[in-house]
T-cell receptor, first 111, second 116 residues
Framework: DAKTTQPPSMDCAEGRAANLPCNHS???????VYWYRQIHSQGPQYIIH???NNETNEMASLIITEDRKSSTLILPHATLRDTAVYYC????????????FGKGTTLSVSS | GAVVSQHPSRVICKSGTSVKIECRSL??????MFWYRQFPKKSLMLMAT?????????EQGVEKDKFLINHASLTLSTLTVTSAHPEDSSFYIC????????????FGPGTRLTVL
């Protein structure tokens, strides 16, 4: 059962910010929001995760709404190499539990 | 982040043979490793969870006698596809986790299995 809802596809112009939304209205108090991406024929790559505060790293920013029912992944300056399937996953913080993947959002960055 | 490797990256075998795929966490100890499979244009499907030194836990619908998983050390897990058939052709991906140093899991590059 998918715990998150993402648009199936999005387009973005190179150099512009890509804002990928995710709805997770049934998230529990101990569940984190994780973002991964998968470039064609490769293993998924970790991007960022958060519990309730906004997070930023060298790859992206994660904005989580105050009620934690939705979040947005922001790639500040998208490049062609950011074209991939982006997965938003909610999971408990317990290290030994698996990530369950939904269908994700296919982001296409064009010049 | 941590590095996970898989070997081989690509394998072609005849129907009826067995294929072993290795998953190694190169720079951290992983108490838990996960195996996924992915069909073309589909998302990743969790096959099983393995904890070091114990039997793997398989997801519903995954045949444990067909997909043998061994997690003998904190850095190595293996998936053996026994008596492979063409319908087993898929992209197999492992991930490593369970290390308290990391909240996230790290994925290997995947193994493309083609059964003729």
């Amino acid at each position: 059962d998918a715990k998150t809802t993402q648009p199936p596809s999005m387009d973005c112009a190179e150099g512009r910010a890509a804002n990928l939304p995710c709805n997770h209205s049934t998230i529990s108090g101990n569940e984190y929001v994780y973002w991964y991406r998968q470039i064609h024929s490769q293993g998924p790559q970790y991007i960022i995760h958060g519990l309730k505060n906004n997070e930023t790293n060298e790859m992206a920013s994660l904005i989580i709404t105050e009620d934690r029912k939705s979040s947005t992944l922001i790639l500040p300056h998208a490049t062609l190499r950011d074209t991939a399937v982006y997965y938003c996953i909610v999971k408990s913080g317990q290290a030994g539990t698996a990530l369950i993947f939904g269908k994700g959002t296919t982001l296409s960055v064009s010049s | 982040g941590a590095v996970v490797s898989q070997h081989p990256s690509r394998v072609i075998c005849k129907s009826g043979t067995s294929v072993k795929i290795e998953c190694r966490s190169l720079d951290f100890q992983a108490t838990t490793m996960f195996w996924y499979r992915q069909f073309p244009k589909k998302s990743l499907m969790l096959m099983a969870t393995s904890n070091e030194g114990s039997k793997a836990t398989y997801e519903q619908g995954v045949e444990k006698d067909k997909f043998l998983i061994n997690h003998a050390s904190l850095t190595l897990s293996t998936l053996t596809v026994t008596s492979a058939h063409p319908e087993d052709s898929s992209f197999y991906i492992c991930s490593a986790g369970g290390n308290p140093r990391y909240n996230e899991q790290f994925f290997g590059p995947g193994t493309r299995l083609t059964v003729l």
